[in-house]
């Protein structure tokens, strides 16, 4: 499976390589991946798993073309930042143009309680854009924390008030952090577990609190 937020994690990663050393050879694989998530990714309705076009790329496909169409929420929101790196850095047209449709829609995803959910479901067989369609991880409302602390780390560069909304989402109960949340009220919920303090998603929370000063 070839997933989309794996993949721009992948071009942030040659482009710092490139810098280092100044082989092409870098920036040219970081350019290809990047046109891959804009010609292929991002056209879910060419491929017939989408209504429309949506502005943004696809979660994953298969070696076999099975695509994925959700759109993932807190990895894209993270990563975008690389694909404006990206654009500026090799005049690939159509890429910055990606970034910001990318952002355009997934601006649309942070619930009036300061969450953000885990994917955009275009269903299957797909319908046309509903905010309503934005979808937590699981059944019963619960997100993983860590993609959702991603998706308010990318979205305060852009906005400011995206933190304090994520602030007043995240509970205030010591210093760890859930591994999963509740969409609607931030509140800790463990499915199948015991609640735990995770590691990555606490860290990402201090993160959080940084940004803005």
Not at 118 to 134: K, L, N, T
Not at 155 to 172: N, S
Not at 185 to 198: K, N, Q, R, T, Y
Request: negative net charge; charged residues 25%.
């Amino acid at each position: 499976m070839y997933d989309s937020g794996d993949n721009l994690a992948v071009i942030e990663a040659l482009l710092d390589l490139e810098a280092a050393t100044g082989e092409p050879r870098f920036l040219e694989a970081a350019r290809r991946t990047g046109a891959w998530l804009r010609d292929v990714m991002a056209h879910g309705e060419e491929v017939g798993v989408w209504a429309q076009p949506m502005g943004a790329p696809m979660k994953a496909v298969t070696v076999d073309g099975n695509f994925d169409n959700r759109i993932a929420v807190g990895r894209l929101w993270f990563w975008l930042p690389t694909l404006d790196r990206l654009a500026a850095r090799t005049d690939e047209p159509g890429l910055a143009a990606l970034a910001d449709s990318t952002r355009a829609l997934l601006a649309q995803a942070q619930t009036t309680k300061g969450g953000y959910p885990d994917h955009y479901d275009p269903g299957y067989p797909a319908v046309a854009f509903d905010p309503s369609r934005f979808a937590a991880y699981t059944s019963d409302g619960a997100v993983v924390a860590d993609d959702s602390l991603r998706a308010a780390l990318g979205a305060v560069v852009a906005d400011d008030d995206v933190a304090a909304g994520q602030r007043q989402w995240l509970p205030d109960d010591g210093p760890g952090l859930s591994g999963y949340l509740d969409l609607a009220d931030g509140s800790a919920v463990s499915p199948g577990h015991e609640p735990s303090h995770d590691l990555v998603s606490t860290s990402l929370r201090a993160a959080l609190a940084r940004r803005p000063g």
